[in-house]
């Protein structure tokens, strides 16, 4: 059941701990149950069957945050939500988060697609595509979301090579 947060309310932000990689899954049962709850995630690279595709992750893997009064909400079907493993308590007392900490989290641009590149600078890398096929290379940045510039040693020299991104990988 929600509850209206009103300036007298005494509900605080707390921590669920959701089994592993069910965190998506815990906070769509806690909101079906009428629970405020905050799941921070981040839009990231990641190579799937040869592709760069972006895809949604949890900012904190395992846990997400819910907003509970002590004295008006119903505590008690957390527990046996699925996804969630247990609220995080010190003892048997539930920890309380600052609001101020959770108010910062959701101000931040977590969802920004492509803020968050698969390839970091100076990271080397293999080119997996093209007359450059198997030659070592060093990741220097991204030329818009499909294109990449990688230092490559041609003919004993440094020189800077413009390939699609999905034809590197990681060593």
Sequence with gaps: MAVEVTETSTAHWYVIQCKGSESFRAAEH???????????VLDVKRKRQGKLTTVTEPLFPYYLFIRLDQVVSNWRPIRSTRGVLRLLTFGNTPIAVPDALVDTLRAQPHRQEGSHSYFTAGEKVTITDGPFKDLEAIFTRCKGEERAIVLLNVLQRPQHVELPVESLEKR
Excluded: A, K, R, S
């Design 30 to 40: 806690l909101v079906n149950q009428g629970y405020e709850v905050f799941h921070p």
